[in-house]
């Protein structure tokens, strides 16, 4: 157990929908970074904040959003979802902001029909 | 910009045997590097990571993994599989922070251990 917690583990929607994922990182963790797993694409980079805000950015689509509450828990917001965003969606977290050593939760899963 | 290749996208083993999991990063910079191991249905955990000194780096289940920055590579090893070490592989580079570079982990396309008995 990474102590990295990702809700819901399953999530199955449709075209068109929103969904939100939710990710409660490991105590005392300020970075948070999200992942999407897919079979084409491999594991990318979406977004990380750290200590509440937004630090770096990777292949997030417009129609994906994130935030992180002062309590240190992340939501990922999907919106105006397509078959080709169904995928695995990771959660990290690590103590500091450089990437160094970050650890996973165990995913959500999404599928979009 | 940094990135990973695994040159083997499955690599098939009989228990007992050892093995070799092929990483090659490239980077710019000084790198950080990392093997991540996911279970079927479970998250990514980490098996050992290079920061700095000693190249040859010893992670847990028996793996360990050379560093070796003339040839650019971080190949994972083991000498005695088992069944159980059936799993997926990731090799992921990261860059110092204070290097200027990406210190976000790109990660490779995976590696799939399928170890037969």
């Known amino acids: 157990d990474s102590g990295v917690t990702q809700t819901p583990k399953h999530l199955i929607t449709a075209t068109g929908q929103r969904v939100t994922l939710r990710c409660s990182p490991r105590?005392?963790?300020?970075?948070v970074y999200w992942y999407q797993q897919s079979l084409d694409q491999g594991l990318q980079f979406l977004i990380q904040?750290?200590?509440?805000?937004?630090?770096a950015k990777g292949n997030i689509l417009e129609r994906f959003s994130a935030q992180q509450f002062p309590d240190l828990h992340s939501e990922l917001n999907l919106s105006s979802l397509e078959l080709g965003d169904s995928a695995l969606y990771f959660c990290?977290?690590?103590?500091?902001?450089?990437?160094?050593?970050?650890?996973f939760g165990e995913g959500s899963w999404l599928t979009v029909v | 910009a940094q990135s990973v290749t695994q040159l083997d996208s499955q690599v098939p083993v009989f228990e007992e045997a050892p093995v070799e999991l092929r990483c090659n990063y490239s980077?710019?910079?000084?790198?950080?590097l990392f093997w991540y191991v996911q279970y079927p249905n479970q998250g990514l955990q980490l098996l050992l990571k290079?920061?700095?000194?000693?190249?040859l780096v010893k992670g847990i289940n028996g793996f360990e993994a050379e560093f070796n920055k003339s040839q650019t590579s971080f190949h994972l090893r083991k000498p005695s599989v088992h069944i159980s070490d059936t799993a997926e592989y990731f090799c992921?580079?990261?860059?110092?922070?204070?290097?200027?570079?990406?210190?976000?982990?790109?990660f490779g396309r995976g590696t799939s251990l399928i170890v037969h008995p």
């Open positions: 990290a977290s690590s103590p500091g902001d450089s990437g160094n050593t970050i650890y």
């Open positions: 105590s005392g963790d300020l970075s």
């Open positions: 904040y750290y200590n509440g805000e937004e630090r």
């Open positions: 980077s710019s910079v000084s790198v950080y």
């Open positions: 290079y920061l700095s000194g000693s190249t």
């Open positions: 992921a580079v990261t860059q110092p922070l204070q290097s200027g570079g990406s210190y976000i982990p790109t």
